[in-house]
């Protein structure tokens, strides 16, 4: 099967949230009883197996958008299609949708329909506490092939005014940062320790360029000042908050082996399990490609053949 990093990228996140949806909202000690070891059906929302959730559906929704350039109003009206005409959904069908994000693509849909346009950019002043949920982190990763490239302080105003369409706090948008910093070093062919170290080492400096404040820093402080890797697994958490997800996801990434044992490892920890897969398994599928992922996981997705024309349409467009 031909691949391409955008490929990889997609499949990534997919097949880790539908390896994860199953388990969603199982206790780390009912996991631990009872772990998953590969990709079934049913189970949480009784859906078959190669099911994807709202995290691959709004990833597929970004891509489809940028496909043609960047266009807030048009990404707005794919997340809108989405919720209300199942567009880009696994099989027809929106089972699972965080209130945050529900809130967001009705608010969206108001500002579209009083042609408020620019509003759509302005969404980032508003932010508060309660923006900080992982729903913007968890569809990310395409936005990767577009800021590839530019400097740094460019790149964060854009992910912050996509991150905003739904998330529009800045501690969102930072971890969308830093998540999409690793996945840059990765498409640059670094490995896994230097992707890491080198982002921490650029993102610390782009936070006194920009004199992010000192109580947002603190929020990161697992991740970016310490090394994640010397947090204990038990200190892990993976709910719905966009620090939790943020720090395991690349805990996990860090220290597993290959691409399922990233997933089926960060799953295990249970709660979030489908979104924290995803965003793991965004960074995982950069890394070790679509050729390493099992291939009876490939081949069980759901719309398999949409998302590899939508992979290569993407990577026409900024890596070809």
């Known amino acids: 099967m031909e691949s391409n990093k955008v490929v990889d990228a997609l499949f990534g996140v997919a097949i880790g949230d539908a390896v994860g949806v199953p388990f969603e909202f ?9 772990p998953a070891k590969g990709m079934i059906g049913y189970g949480t929302y009784n859906q078959p197996k190669g099911t994807w959730s709202d995290d691959s559906s709004l990833t597929f929704c970004l891509a489809e958008s940028l496909k043609k350039g ?23 069908k929106v089972f699972d ?22 509003e759509l950019g302005r969404q980032k002043y508003y932010g508060d506490e309660y923006d900080n949920g992982n729903g913007s982190l968890m569809r990310i990763i395409p936005l990767l092939f577009y800021i590839k490239e530019k400097p740094i302080k460019e ?20 971890s969308c940062l ?9 498409l640059e ?6 992707s890491y170290s080198e982002m921490r080492t650029e993102i610390k400096s782009f936070w006194d360029e920009m004199e992010f404040s000192e109580s947002e820093r603190e929020h990161f402080k697992k991740v970016i000042q310490n090394d ?40 295990n920890i249970g709660h979030d399990t489908d979104t924290s897969a995803a965003i793991a398994g965004g960074l995982a599928g950069i890394y070790y490609g679509l050729k390493r992922i099992p291939e009876y996981w ?23």
């Open 97 to 118: 949708i965080g209130m945050t994000t529900s809130k967001a693509i009705s608010r969206l849909r108001k500002i579209i329909e009083d042609d408020d346009l620019d």
């Open 178 to 186: 830093i998540y999409l910093k690793v996945a840059e070093k990765l």
């Open 228 to 267: 994640i890797r010397e947090t204990k697994i038990e200190d892990l958490k993976s709910g719905g908050y966009v620090i939790e997800v943020l720090e395991s996801s690349i805990w996990f990434f860090l220290n597993s082996k290959t691409y399922e044992e990233t997933i089926l490892s960060i799953i």
């Open 70 to 92: 960047y266009d807030l109003k048009d990404i707005s009206e794919n997340f809108i299609k989405w919720k209300n005409e199942a567009y880009w959904s696994a099989r027809g």
């Open 189 to 194: 062919g670094k490995d896994k320790e230097n």
């Open 298 to 320: 490939i081949v069980s997705i759901a719309r398999m053949e949409d998302i590899m024309e939508l992979g290569n349409e993407l990577n026409k467009k900024y890596c070809a």
């Open 155 to 174: 790149q964060f105003e854009i992910i912050w005014e996509i991150s905003a369409l739904t998330h529009r706090h800045i501690r969102a948008a930072m």
């Open 26 to 34: 199982s206790s780390r000690e009912k996991m631990k009883t009872n």
